[in-house]
């Protein structure tokens, strides 16, 4: 056991806990010391707070006794530790941080983050847990985000876009772009034409392309046309299948939200990069930021208010 | 047995034989007298032309010998019987069904259409496999399709929208409708949320409005987020996904089919009902076939050149 892995009694434990899976991190003045993983809300089998005691088993080995775990995501929808009401839009750190549900769990207290909810102009309504964390860590991380109108992007499996409006959360909208890529690459009838997976970042560059056109329903087949007509390669097909969604997903939501000072990413670098060069086509300049740190500055105003 | 069921020397057999099923139909004096349905050219363990022996053997326990099977679809693939290159498009009915393959299976003459394939103003190629049988066979039917610029809308799993001139197919599109509407209602997160399955033709009404505004992939998250926040139920989601995909397909299809004097659909009577309904949101009228007689018609322009 080094140094590090005795508990101290100022460590806390900051989590996100989604659909498909719990990260847990433990932090000492606010630096991140362990981390341990568990199974995520939508693959549970039991209880969801037998999962949470199973995933702390390794820090209580080594002394943790009481404390703090403060959690964002799916643990505060109807499957998870407690169903915690939506924070309705428009709504800024303090609208959202009150509304913090406490639960205890044995001798540890565990703090749930509400998620967000808003009614779009159109009356259609949209629901978010796990991304407002990120969305206002990220403001934590970037003061300017408090002051004017920005957009944060949150690509994804269901990928966010939000409109911040002097540190108000106003609008946002779900694209489902993460989740169709998935079944379209795993499932559909689309990319079984070839087997050679090469030429990805040519095909995503062909899609990316292909979306300028409009009409995304009548270019998605073109994926399995190419590999029979023009000898496309599956891995091609694979990445036109990628830069398309991910080019009618910019463009739809550019067309939703204007007039903006700046528009920050958030997310994993890789997906980042992606966004980064379907946004370069609308010359679109943007500021990039990694999704746990954002998602970590999130838990800390949580944890803060405590 | 009947007096229909013994074979007669001038019976012939037409067939669709496509990705999920195979159905033969015997016909005597252009009668359908008999139907065997067999395994899709995508079900295939064994030889397909193993599957197509076995589908014949009650109708050689019935006195079948020699004759002529005229197929089209997936059987003309690279996975069937013989694959048969494409025809380019422009193509008319003569210069398509003088690309008939002939092939022989035991003492039976098997003739197999062609495929389409078309290059788009844009440069992307699309195939088709089945559907252009179904489309000659409705100009067949209707004489009028053969002189001026009409539209042909097959949908379905994989639905097309062909451009036709003067009798030629010009050029058309794939639109993936079909099976990506049922990769959302079978695989995807957004009907989970409930359970009923009531309220289905309210959802398509709805998801039919909200496809007027365009932004499909920001728009399919809506059918969870109603269930969660309006109480709509798990049918309503279906109706309303249903709506969305059929009213954006529409739409983009009529975005780029402009100027013709007629739209026929082709296909089964649910489904036309449904694209029945997308139609006139657009003011558009349309004649409605039946898929299954347009089929028939088109293979019998096959037989009729042998």
Same mark, same amino acid.
Request: proline share 3%.
């Given at each position: ?25 433990? @932090?000492?003045? =606010?630096?991140? /010391? ?7 809300? %939508?693959? *549970?089998?039991?209880?969801?707070? !037998? ?111 939000? @409109?911040?409006? =002097?540190?108000? /959360? ?7 772009? %993460?989740? *169709?890529?998935?079944?379209?690459? !795993? ?43 023009k000898g496309r390669s599956r891995g091609w ?51 990039v930021r990694d999704g746990s740190e954002a998602?970590?500055?999130? @838990? ?7």
């Open positions: 056991m080094t140094d590090d892995a005795a508990w101290q009694s100022g460590d806390r434990i900051f989590g996100d806990w989604g659909t498909t899976r719990l990260r847990l991190f433990r @932090l000492r003045d =606010d630096a991140v /010391v362990d981390q341990q993983d568990g199974p995520g809300i %939508g693959t *549970l089998n039991g209880a969801p707070g !037998d999962a949470l005691r199973a995933t702390l088993e390794p820090w209580r080995a080594q002394g943790m006794s009481g404390g703090h775990v403060w959690l964002c995501g799916m643990v505060g929808s109807r499957n998870g530790i407690a169903e915690v009401p939506y924070a309705e839009c428009p709504v800024d750190v303090t609208g959202w941080r009150t509304q913090t549900r406490i639960v205890t769990l044995d001798d540890v207290t565990v703090g749930i983050a509400p998620g967000l909810a808003c009614t779009g102009p159109d009356g259609a309504d949209d629901v978010m847990r796990g991304e407002e964390t990120q969305i206002f860590g990220a403001m934590a991380l970037d003061p300017a985000l408090a002051i004017g109108r920005h957009a944060v992007a949150l690509p994804g499996t269901h990928g966010k876009w939000a @409109l911040i409006e =002097d540190g108000h /959360v106003v609008r946002f909208r779900t694209f489902l772009t %993460g989740e *169709l890529f998935a079944l379209l690459r !795993d499932r559909s009838t689309l990319t079984r034409a070839g087997d050679d997976d090469g030429d990805g970042d040519a095909g995503f560059a062909a899609g990316l392309v292909r979306s300028d056109a409009g009409g995304m329903l009548g270019a998605l087949f073109e994926a399995r046309s190419a590999q029979l007509r097909a694979v990445g036109f299948l990628s830069g398309l969604a991910i080019g009618h997903e910019v463009r739809e939501a550019l067309d939703t939200i204007v007039g903006v000072d700046s528009l920050t990413l958030v997310g994993d670098p890789v997906l980042a990069r992606l966004y980064h060069q379907a946004l370069a086509r609308h010359d679109r300049g943007v500021t998602a970590l500055a999130g @838990l800390r105003l949580l944890a803060e208010q405590a």
